[in-house]
């Protein structure tokens, strides 16, 4: 990769990363069904300039569902129930295990033996973070965001069965089904004047709502899109893998976020097992995504 889409894809990152603290920094005002609802609301504006991707509706809702409104929904309610932003970019990376077990199940693919080994080291790691539950860590926090990545694993068997498409015009048009279940899901549970709460929030929150919604989705997926299309997933995708680390780092300075040993310890397991997952076969080579 030439030193400009490194450093592409280095920005990528380091958008996906601060997006914990947005989130956290929104969640203050806002509940966390609301919050889904106005983040997709605002990456769906980009709809009236990009043609719809090539595929029904019928394949569209249940991506839509799974890929974006439970993966954040479950995200957002964790950290408002009491996981750490910087440990919740952690755990949802857990998506890459559940994504490989959905796959060798309704897919019949064969996870191969360094897959398998990358996936019990991970889930050592959850494991070990697990067993920190208490003071800043709750257990309903850290079974939502487990239930977070879930469905964002059970959202890219989905894509995976897709016809190839533009990433950024299937991200944008994906984001028009979040906000009604949000809205819905907001309506019930706060209130009926619920969906119009986002009138009294600060422009602090205002401000990580359309962070949220045109930078760490619409603007991130055009970077990403962009990488995949001219160089092969295994260059582009581990570098993903930093994500947690800006996170992390982001957290404990915006939030003063700490980690013990023991959970210290169980991060780096998690992301040395993503590592195995995510490197390449020997002697294998992937061809660029544009040429697919």
């Known amino acids: 990769m030439p030193p ?11 958008i996906w ?22 983040r997709f609301l605002v990456a769906a504006l980009p709809v009236v300039a990009l043609p719809r991707p090539t595929i029904g509706w019928r ?11 439970g993966q954040f929904l479950f995200q957002f ?16 990376q857990t998506q890459a295990l559940f994504t490989i077990v959905f796959a060798a199940v309704a897919a019949g693919e064969r996870p191969s033996p360094r897959e398998w080994t990358g996936t019990a080291v991970a889930f050592g790691g959850l494991a070990v973070i697990a067993a920190t539950v208490g003071h800043d860590l709750t257990a309903a926090g850290l079974a939502l965001t487990a239930l977070s990545a879930i469905s964002w694993g059970a959202g890219n068997v989905l894509v995976k069965r897709l016809p190839p498409v533009d990433p950024l015009a299937l991200a944008v048009w994906l984001s028009l089904v979040p906000p009604v279940p949000g809205l819905a899901l907001a309506a019930l549970m706060d209130g009926p004047g619920a969906p119009l709460a986002w009138r009294g929030a600060s422009w ?12 760490a989705t619409v603007l991130a997926y ?27 780092a982001a957290a404990a300075l915006v939030l003063g976020e700490r980690f013990g040993a023991r959970r210290l310890a169980g991060m780096a397991l998690v ?5 195995i997952i995510v490197r390449p076969r020997a002697g294998v080579t992937e061809p660029a995504a544009g040429s697919r």
Do not use: C, K, N
């Open 4 to 14: 400009t889409h490194v450093a592409l894809a280095l920005l990528v990152t380091v």
């Open 17 to 38: 990363g601060l997006a914990f603290v947005a989130t956290r920094v929104a969640l203050d005002e806002v509940s966390p069904a609301l919050l889904t609802a106005l």
């Open 59 to 69: 394949q569209l809702v249940p991506i839509g569902l799974t890929l974006y409104t």
């Open 77 to 92: 309610s964790g950290i408002a129930a009491g996981m750490p932003p910087g440990l919740a970019a952690i755990v949802v």
């Open 204 to 215: 602090r929150a205002i401000g990580a709502v359309l962070y949220l919604g045109l930078i």
């Open 222 to 248: 055009a970077i990403w899109g962009y990488l995949l299309r001219r160089h092969p997933a295994a260059r582009v995708a581990p570098f993903a893998l930093l994500v947690p680390f800006v996170a992390a």
């Open 271 to 275: 992301l040395a097992g993503l590592a």
